[in-house]
């Protein structure tokens, strides 16, 4: 299958700058080229596994998987790239499709868990129902955002950070736990997968406790301005 090579050279790729893009300095030179590099990496890869799991080899948690992970990664360059009335048609649009990939998975976990196994195509159900509350979550920030018509400072900046940071889980879930398989027996059996997984985790919360903290205030994004500022103090994911 043509797609396989460019889904997994995709996956390698967003990895690896999104090791580099967490790691680095936030707003820095490095943080900003290897998250494009992520971006566009995440998006390639997002894409190609959903069609791959919709019409070549079926398996409707890669599906779920694949949207929700292509939704966050492109609503969290949105919120750096443009203001909230320059994405707010295709903010509209992911919001749409999050909601519907949601209800999509809760249905699918639901259904699945009345069965005897609790399994959705040979894989645990329960994901789905991470990826809908996940979906969901989004889904209210972003009409929050909408609402509120601007999002600064520290929301902003959280916004942003969560969103690109569980992407990159799912990715890195997906590489090492769910192909395993792949690799030695002996590293399979050890635990040793498990650390890249929670280690974005925490990562993840490190940065937010920093941006909350105000310490990420100063990050070198740039500044959003939009309609209804004085409601965007509402915005708060």
């Not at 019409?55 to 492109?74: D, E, K, Q, S």
């Not at 919120?79 to 699918?108: D, E, K, N």
């Not at 690799?183 to 997984?197: E, K, M, T, Y």
């Amino acid at each position: 299958m043509f797609l396989l090579p460019i889904h997994i050279c995709a996956g390698l790729l967003a990895l690896a700058a999104g090791a580099i893009a967490m790691g680095a300095r936030k707003g820095g030179r490095v943080h900003r080229k290897a998250g494009l590099v992520f971006v566009v990496a995440m998006l390639v890869m997002t894409s190609s596994a959903v069609v791959m799991a919709t019409f070549f080899h079926p398996i409707r948690l890669n599906v779920v998987a694949g949207v929700l992970t292509f939704y966050l990664v492109a609503t969290a360059l949105l919120t750096v790239r443009r203001t909230v009335a320059q994405m707010r048609a295709m903010t509209t649009g992911l919001l749409v499709a999050a909601l519907a990939i949601s209800a999509y998975a809760s249905w699918l976990g639901w259904d699945a868990m009345q069965g005897p196994t609790h399994r959705v195509d040979g894989l645990p159900a329960q994901p789905l129902f991470l990826f809908a509350a996940v979906g969901l979550l989004g889904v209210i920030g972003d009409a929050r955002m909408l609402w509120a018509g601007s999002i600064e400072g520290a929301r902003r900046i959280a916004r942003h950070l969560w969103r690109m940071c569980f992407a990159m889980w799912i990715a890195t879930a997906s590489f090492f736990l769910g192909q395993s398989r792949h690799f030695p027996d002996a590293i399979r059996h050890s635990g040793v997968l498990a650390i890249p997984v929670v280690l974005v985790l925490l990562m993840m919360l490190y940065w937010l406790v920093r941006v909350r903290l105000g310490k990420g205030r100063n990050a070198q994004q740039p500044r959003a301005s939009g309609r209804g500022t004085s409601r965007a103090a509402a915005v708060n994911e």
